[in-house]
């Protein structure tokens, strides 16, 4: 029962060949075989997923269900769901029981999707591995000694074994397309604001997106439909108008893109990936789109802007996790300073305290100029240069990683190491434009390898029409 995309989900529901009680046990099946060894899933919401299927079939019998019944979903636990557990894979939030639900989850269960359980991530969407949660590695399907990428690896391995049709991460720098690519899905990471963040745990907000991770462009295309726009709740949410994407009439174009030197030729980059490269490279040009070499001069200002900023957000966002408020406090303590200290020191991990000290040190009257202020100029020069490139160009292509899947403990103690991971995924980020990983083959040892395609902001239209043409190549 593998489904490719919902549309064949519904039809098949229409057509009375299949139950959503089917579907929802499909998945429930996938979960019991997968997750006690890959540990995608922290939770699986089954009980409830069953009522609400034997629901949603009487609303179908009845011709009154909405436009995503059969649709079963996997959200990152870092989404708020009301009356759920959300612990951002923390134990500073185990057992946290969340009081409302977030926006884009909302939008789902309006129309009828199924939300079957909460998936493992690093820690506060912290990390590239889903090494750092705190109830346990999630592995990679396709090779279990491999990572499956991050933060939302969770997610990703929710789509690649089919425990799911698609999920709801989150991407900062990353966190859904580089988790895409290392288990050979879609991830598309929206243009920044897009998708109200209402309900989605703060990491860093002028770079968090929500994203969603799929097993087809379909799929991501009807799921954005239904969840962006603008949301009273998070005024940062975008007015822009939202395309019917799932109904879009762009006639895949003869397009400009463009690559960058230093990008290919950078150092680390594997074999298997710059072959990608270079055969998507010519099968492009083959079908007469037009690619130009185009020179990217910031390229190692990223990493240092993305971190400097986001830590920054970060220890600011996370001072509400003091041990007085919510989930976790150490009853070790004498007075109330020792209360807060132990609290934070023992209930978050070692990656996240790690970001608190570098933030809470860019912050710092001494050094905020010298690092804050400047990474936030930097983000503006990288802004306006990729901002002037995509008025010329259509796309900028790139590898979404520079390697496919790496092995469990291979860079978990050299934290530059694990931060290189992300290279090609944060400049999107920075630059706030919608970007989407495509899987375009495999390694020698099938590891699957993404493809990224940036586009201009709000473009998201466009970027779909063309992910699609190039999966027909
Ligand atoms: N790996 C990056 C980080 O650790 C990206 C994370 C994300 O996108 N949430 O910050």
Redesign the pocket.
Known sequence: MFYKSYQRIRADLDGKRITVAQIVNHHLGKIEEHNPSLNAFLEVFKEEALTKAVQIDLKLNQGIAGRLAGLVIGIKDLFCLKDHIVSCSSKILEGFESQITATPIQRLLDEDAIVIGRQNC?EF????SNENSAFGLVKNGVNQSCVPG???GGSAVGVQTDMCQISLG???????R?PAAFCGVYGLKPTYSRISRYGLTA??SS??CVGILSKSIADAELILEIIAGNDERDSTSSREKVPCFSKSTIKSNRYKIAYFTEINEAEGIANSVSRMMNQTMSSLKASGHLLEKVSFPYLEYLLPT??IL?SAEASANLARFDGVRYGFRDLSISDLESMYKKSRTNGFGPEVLRRILLGTFVLSSSYHDAFYTKAQKVRQLIKDYTDDILKDYDFIISPTTATTAFEINSKTINPVE??L??LF??QA?VAGIPAISIPAGEDENNMPIGLQVMAASFEEEKLFSFSKSFKTM
Do not use: E, K
């Open positions: 690093d969407a912290m990390g590239s991050g933060s939302s989150s991407d900062t720098g990353g966190s859904v580089q990491y860093s770079f968090d993305y971190y986001t694990m931060y991971s992300d995924t944060v980020s």
